[in-house]
């Protein structure tokens, strides 16, 4: 079943200790990117990957960081957390960059609790 | 700065009425997206729009792009309570890459 998968689903954590959560996706996609949700702000950009080695920043990089060392990974970590880091968390892969053609398909996602 | 915006914000209606929920922004995009979301799952497309003045029909839902393609409106035809959700509009931006912009969305629930 073609997918995008995360991990883990509920996480809450204390503020400043370091925290991945990881993305996989099996649909041999080129980008992959990390939203986040929050109530009224609809999904915010946070990086994003072009393609294996290719990273840039989104609207909202900071205080995230991300690697793509390999196609189908693409994990997001945060290295230092903070409360006004507490939201909810979108992986998404797409076939190629041109997102406007080409549709996204979202993770489940991940609600993230810093306190 | 909110680039896209959603109307209404939330909306509850009785089963068999119809509805439509707008998307506008100052900004002119090469095509938009409509993606429904539902609690505890990440957003799924329903369509995607490219021409200005496009309109797409997907069984009880039409989707209309503005002529100048900076809105969009989407309206549903007796609505069910399969059709609970929120409803995202996403517009691609021409930059180095299609950026896409997501609006705030629109909180639907259709009341048996």
């Known amino acids: 079943e073609a997918q995008v998968t995360q991990n883990p689903r509920y996480l809450i954590t204390v503020t400043g200790k370091k925290l991945t959560v990881t993305c996989s996706q099996n649909?041999?996609?080129?980008?992959m990117s990390w939203y986040r949700q929050d109530p009224g702000l609809g999904l915010r950009q946070i990086y994003y990957?072009?393609?294996?080695?290719?990273?840039d920043k989104g609207d909202v990089p900071e205080g995230y960081k991300v690697s793509r060392k390999e196609k189908r990974n693409f994990p997001l970590i945060l290295e230092s957390p903070s409360p006004n880091q507490t939201s909810l968390y979108f992986c998404?892969?797409?076939?190629?960059?041109?997102?406007?053609?080409?549709?996204?398909?979202f993770g489940p996602g991940t609600r993230l609790t810093v306190t | 700065t909110q680039l896209l915006e959603q109307s209404p914000q939330f909306l509850s209606i009785q089963e068999g009425e119809n509805l439509t929920v707008y998307c506008n922004s100052s900004?002119?995009?090469?095509?938009l997206q409509w993606y429904r979301q539902e609690p505890g799952e990440g957003p799924v497309l329903l369509v995607t729009?490219?021409?200005?003045?496009e309109v797409k029909k997907l069984k009880r839902l039409t989707f209309q792009f503005g002529d100048a393609r900076k809105d969009s409106s989407l309206h549903i035809t007796a609505a069910q309570p399969g059709d609970t959700g929120l409803y995202l509009c996403a517009g691609a931006l021409k930059t180095s890459y299609d950026k896409v912009i997501f609006g705030p969305g629109t909180s639907l629930s259709v009341i048996p």
């Open positions: 990957s072009m393609n294996v080695e290719v990273t």
């Open positions: 998404a892969s797409s076939l190629y960059g041109s997102l406007g053609a080409y549709e996204q398909y």
């Open positions: 729009v490219v021409t200005g003045g």
């Open positions: 900004s002119v995009f090469s095509s």
């Open positions: 649909m041999n996609h080129e980008y």
